[in-house]
């Protein structure tokens, strides 16, 4: 069975850093697509960075030049570095993927259960 499995979340002071981690595991052909959304209490969930197959990213201005997200092929596991966070960070950040896990078949999206991250002083 496929599983996103996140961690890394917690609370942290106006201005701190936090590293998120997310490892996919189970029967996974090809991973074209990895990265983050986040929800925040009472609104929808939005991107905040993704990761290709090919290393292409794309993130949210919100996040530009504070988030970088990477990834570790082998592990399968990508990775978020929050720096400078705001109180307007707090969320619950999921981990996505677009997966391949059968030949033939089209791929998949799947998310991981959330990791709650807290932006307080």
């Known amino acids: 069975q496929v599983q996103l499995v996140e961690s890394g979340g917690g609370l942290v002071q106006p201005g701190g850093s936090l590293r998120l981690s997310c490892v996919a595991s189970?029967?996974?052909?090809?991973?074209?697509?990895i990265g983050w959304y986040r929800q925040a209490l009472g609104k929808q969930r939005e991107l905040v960075a993704t990761i290709t197959s090919g290393a292409s990213t794309n993130y949210a201005n919100s996040v530009k030049g504070r988030f970088t997200i990477s990834r570790d092929i082998a592990k399968r596991t990508v990775y978020l570095q929050m720096n400078s966070l705001k109180p307007e960070d707090t969320a619950v950040y999921y981990c996505t993927a677009e997966l391949g896990l059968l030949l033939s078949t089209p791929n998949e999206r799947w998310w991981g259960q959330g990791t709650q991250v807290t932006v307080a002083s």
């Open positions: 189970g029967s996974i052909l090809s991973i074209y697509e």
